[in-house]
């Protein structure tokens, strides 16, 4: 049978933003600035107790700017 999990997370960074209590569960979020999901998911997690890691995951074929704005 294949081992079907993910890689693992690599740590936080310096590199990354937080924000959000120490003690709250921690979602990592890959996001790309002109994509519409992702910033609806951005509304949805900044109301939440959560603390937040973004990560920058441009996506050069939908959004040719998202590079360059990461």
């Known amino acids: 049978m294949a081992d079907l999990r993910s ?13 959000g209590p120490v003690d709250a569960p921690l979602v990592v979020a890959y996001s790309d600035y002109e994509c519409p999901f992702c910033a609806a998911l951005e509304e949805r997690l ?25």
Do not use: C, N, Q, T
């Open 7 to 19: 890689a693992p997370l690599p740590p936080l960074s310096p590199d990354d933003h937080i924000r």
């Open 46 to 70: 900044h109301v939440l107790p959560l603390r937040v890691a973004f990560r920058h995951f441009p996506v050069r074929g939908s959004h040719p700017r998202a590079f360059a704005a990461a």
